[in-house]
T-cell receptor, first 110, second 114 residues
Framework: DAKTTQPPSMDCAEGRAANLPCNHSTISGNEYVYWYRQIHSQGPQYIIHGLKNNETNEMASLIITEDRKSSTLILPHATLRDTAVYYCIVRQNAGNMLTFGGGTRLMVKP | DTEVTQTPKHLVMGMTNKKSLKCEQHMGHRAMYWYKQKAKKPPELMFVYSYEKLSINESVPSRFSPECPNSSLLNLHLHALQPEDSALYLC?????????????FGSGTRLTVV
């Protein structure tokens, strides 16, 4: 399994962009990078996923380096409601399991 | 309907009780999952059902017994649990097996074993 490394915590000022890094140096060529977040005491929420190209949706942008060994999730204008644990997950080839790592606890401050 | 609904939201049970957790989705998803999450830890996969058949059991103790009566419903039967089984139990679903399908999670059942 390709493992991910994320900083345990980050702060961001409200209204500013939040850039959450993730290292996945052992990722295989056909493994996807997924991002989920979990707001306190709720179920995880899907944010975005990608394979090679950068992706954008209404919630966030995902930037994947050309060698695919790292990625960055960007929340363009963070709000207090974006305070959550953000999980970067590399999706396994075998089966369809989503395996969570430690995640980054993002605190958005006024 | 784009939700996964879990009931009950909270459950307190004794170590000799039998109880069940329920999970329901009406999105036509054919893969469903149970995860367990201890406080301040990431969710851990317990079971995977694909097309109503158990496809993955992550070496979960037999006091946890999953059941998938139909494509919309997933149960987790609990019997003779221990206090260390207290956790948030999360259900999720996805369209199919495969990498390019995201999971939709329910809000979870917070279980306390006394």
């Amino acid at each position: 399994d390709a493992k991910t490394t994320q900083p345990p915590s980050m702060d961001c000022a409200e209204g500013r962009a939040a850039n959450l890094p993730c290292n996945h140096s052992t990722i295989s060529g056909n493994e996807y990078v997924y991002w989920y977040r979990q707001i306190h005491s709720q179920g995880p929420q899907y944010i975005i996923h990608g394979l090679k190209n950068n992706e954008t949706n209404e919630m966030a942008s995902l930037i994947i380096t050309e060698d695919r060994k790292s990625s960055t999730l960007i929340l363009p204008h963070a709000t207090l409601r974006d305070t959550a644990v953000y999980y970067c997950i590399v999706r396994q080839n075998a089966g369809n399991m989503l395996t969570f790592g430690g995640g980054t606890r993002l605190m958005v401050k006024p | 309907d784009t939700e996964v609904t879990q009931t009950p939201k909270h459950l307190v049970m004794g170590m000799t009780n039998k109880k069940s957790l329920k999970c329901e989705q009406h999105m036509g998803h054919r893969a469903m999952y149970w995860y367990k999450q201890k406080a301040k830890k990431p969710p851990e996969l317990m079971f995977v059902y694909s097309y109503e058949k158990l496809s993955i059991n992550e070496s979960v103790p037999s006091r946890f017994s999953p059941e998938c009566p139909n494509s919309s419903l997933l149960n987790l039967h609990l019997h003779a649990l221990q206090p260390e089984d207290s956790a948030l139990y999360l259900c999720a679903s996805s369209q199919r097996e495969g990498q390019n399908y995201g999971y939709t999670f329910g809000s979870g059942t917070r279980l306390t074993v006394v």
